[in-house]
Nanobody, 124 residues
Framework: QVQLVESGGGLVQAGGSLRLSCTASGRTFSGYGLGWFCQGPGKEREFVASVSWTGVITNYADSVKGRFTISRDNVKNTVFLQMNSLKPEDTGAYYC?????????????????WGQGTQVTVSS
């Protein structure tokens, strides 16, 4: 089973940027889609973005379109989330996850492996 470890979270002012990384160990995630989810304070975990196993097909939540970019490096077994123009409502724990197939969507139940999360806090 693959182990996923996120990094790159932190405290940033509104309008700033952060780049999250998620690295897999134990097994490669080549051939599988990947996603990022966010759980804000007092909220349920929500879909943020996903990327197909080739990196060509991406999907985003409406709230982050035009601000966030998901990408992956299959040689390094790493998926990234570049977050620009951050807003206080982007605050939360960000989790990366491996999808059960090659072309992931937004359904949480279709993701089979999860990281422990990295905290992002955006101050106003």
């Amino acid at each position: 089973q693959v182990q996923l470890v996120e990094s790159g979270g932190g405290l940033v002012q509104a309008g700033g940027s952060l780049r999250l990384s998620c690295t897999a160990s134990g097994r490669t995630f080549s051939g599988y889609g990947l996603g990022w989810f966010c759980q804000g304070p007092g909220k349920e975990r929500e879909f943020v973005a996903s990327v197909s196993w080739t990196g060509v097909i991406t999907n985003y939540a409406d709230s982050v379109k035009g601000r966030f970019t998901i990408s992956r490096d299959n040689v390094k077994n790493t998926v990234f989330l570049q977050m620009n123009s951050l807003k206080p409502e982007d605050t939360g724990a960000y989790y990366c996850a491996q999808h059960k197939g090659a072309f992931p969507g937004s359904r949480m139940n279709d993701y089979i492996s999860w990281g422990q999360g990295t905290q992002v806090t955006v101050s106003s």
